[in-house]
């Protein structure tokens, strides 16, 4: 069973509009949850991480949300732009173990 | 100079063949993992390694091998590769364990087993 999951294959969004890609855990163990972006030909970079014991992390156009009780996290790219556009994965991780990825999500952000 | 660097980028072999795919860093990390991407199943880890001479298995390591023969440089090995595991692999680092969380990515290497 796939521990972390991001249910969205893809999205699509207008450039300057808000861009909201979810990703949904079942291990309640999970201490801290992560972003990585991926474009075309290129591996994953990082983008932002949070905490299980924060509820919000920001930097810069990117915010993300955990809601531990829904064991759900989201981020929000405000204002998206046309460079934003590549795979979202989001990545879990239980305190001393590897991380645990989602299938990601591809988002398009149209100009 | 990138970071982590894999070779070869693109490989087509045919199936039974042994292949090889190789990870070097400049990072100077201690931590060098092999991942595949599959369309719909995202980054599977298959193999990871926290130093030279520890070797440890992910959740999909059947069918693979690794060597860790110094700490810039991991290989993947395929004995006798079929065709699914034809995959998009990546190789990554991290600095441990206070850095673990966040991994650097080389390009990735698309094989093609036919």
């Known amino acids: 069973d796939q521990q972390v999951k991001q249910n969205s294959p893809s999205l699509s969004v207008q450039e300057g509009r808000i861009s909201i890609l979810n990703c949904d855990y079942t291990?309640?163990?999970?201490?801290?949850f992560l972003w990585y972006k991926k474009y075309p030909a290129e591996g994953p970079t990082f983008l932002i991480s949070i905490s299980s014991i924060k509820d919000k992390n920001e930097d810069g156009r990117f915010t993300v949300f955990l809601n531990k009780s829904a064991k759900h996290l989201s981020l929000h790219i405000v204002p998206s732009q046309p460079g934003d556009s590549a795979v979202y994965f989001c990545?879990?991780?239980?305190?001393?173990?590897?991380?645990?990825f989602g299938a990601g999500t591809i988002l398009r952000v149209k100009s | 100079d990138a970071d982590v660097t894999q070779t070869p980028r693109n490989r087509i072999t045919k199936t039974g063949k042994r292949i090889m795919l190789e990870c070097s860093q400049t990072k100077g990390h201690d931590r060098m993992y092999w991942y595949r991407q599959d369309p719909g199943l995202g980054l599977r880890l298959i193999y990871y390694?926290?130093?030279?001479?520890?070797?440890n298995k992910g959740e999909i390591s059947d069918g693979y091998s690794v060597s860790r023969q110094a700490q810039a440089k991991f290989s993947l090995s395929l004995e006798s590769a079929i065709p699914n595991q034809t995959a998009l692999y990546f190789c990554?680092?991290?600095?441990?364990?206070?850095?673990?969380?966040?991994?650097?990515f080389g390009a990735g290497s698309r094989l093609t087993v036919l």
């Open positions: 291990n309640s163990m999970f201490d801290y």
């Open positions: 390694s926290f130093d030279v001479k520890d070797i």
């Open positions: 990554a680092t991290s600095l441990g364990p206070s850095g673990a969380n966040v991994l650097t």
């Open positions: 990545a879990a991780r239980e305190y001393g173990n590897k991380l645990v």
